[in-house]
């Protein structure tokens, strides 16, 4: 059956699922907070240009610009965030974000959060209920495995041979 092939039971939804990794994310971030410094830009804060940072950042106001960042960055439920995201680490968005990320590690898209942009990472997960728009690409731009080549190859050996084949005349 399908739901077993997708690891789930029929009466089983997919948002028990969604908030066991919104209450990992919220445990991660937490543990984070706990062992090194973190940076807070506040609800009430606007700010424009060049975010860089090594530790963790959370953001819940309005922020412009580029933002660099090795250490995790958390784009909280109530941000507003239009800038193109270069990060080492992991990236989480529960706001709004228009722009492009760059993540070596994962982005992860949770709950009612928006996403216009282009997405590389090697790990992207997608909430049901977020939105996004843009492409995703978990390659690293490297061409994907031809696995599909052979996939008509009975097909493909029958159409071979009946083009070599000439065309028989039925004669009378």
Same mark, same amino acid.
């Given at each position: ?29 937490? @543990? ?136 028989? @005349?039925?004669?009378?």
């Amino acid at each position: 059956m399908l739901s077993d092939v997708f690891g789930r039971k029929n009466n089983e939804s997919a948002e028990p699922q969604e908030k066991k990794n919104e209450s990992k994310n919220a445990a991660f971030m937490e @543990s984070n907070r706990k062992s090194s410094s973190v940076a807070v830009i506040s609800e009430d804060v606007e700010f424009k240009g060049v975010l860089s940072f090594t530790n963790q950042l959370e953001i819940h106001g309005r922020f412009e610009g580029e933002i660099q960042t090795v250490g995790p960055l958390l784009i909280g439920e109530s941000a507003v965030v239009k800038a193109s995201v270069k990060s080492e680490s992991k990236v989480v968005i529960r706001g709004k974000v228009q722009g492009n990320i760059h993540a070596k590690d994962k982005v992860e898209v949770l709950g009612n959060a928006q996403l216009y942009g282009d997405v590389r990472a090697p790990k992207f997960s997608l909430a049901e209920t977020a939105v996004f728009v843009g492409k995703s690409d978990t390659l690293g731009g490297k061409a994907p495995a031809n696995d599909f080549a052979n996939i008509f190859s009975r097909l493909d050996k029958v159409a071979k041979s009946a083009s070599t084949t000439p065309p028989t @005349s039925a004669t009378k």
